[in-house]
């Protein structure tokens, strides 16, 4: 068995914390989706639906957070999986974006911003990024337990795994 070692870096800021968290998200998404275009007719909707809500969650907080997306008018939409795809890159390369601009100091303060039914809200930006980087390995969880037994073999997104891959 092979050991890794990360080395502990004590001067690492938010912003390089966040951007490997959704460097794993996009890298993870990416696995998912090889996953699902190999299953082809097989793909459960059930599957794909919490892909596309995973992807239109990041959208909406882009929305939120930047002027450079629409919010959408809802979290459950009903995108092929080309499409989810497709939709998916945009919304990582403007998320990386917003990470790599956003001053140090920023994540540390309050974001005030309206429910999708208009409450209004505040949050840490940094609890922000948190959140997205957790929702996405929930559901990418759950689709794991509806592919695996479909898959030759399990379907592996965790971030461990991910370090191991890049290291």
Known sequence: MTEHHAALDITATFRAYFSRIFEHDRWANGVV???MTNLGEALPQKSLDRLSHLIICQQLWLSRLTDNFEKPDTLFPKWPLDETKQNAKPIFAGMKRFIEELPEDD???????STMDG????????DIFTQLGQHGAYHRGQIAMELNPLLDECLTTDYVYYTWMKA
């Not at 994540?107 to 911003?113: Q, S």
């Not at 409450?119 to 940094?126: C, G």
């Open 33 to 35: 989706f090889d996953s």
């Open 119 to 126: 409450q209004p809200y505040t949050l840490l930006r940094r």
């Open 107 to 113: 994540f540390h303060l309050p974001f005030a911003f």
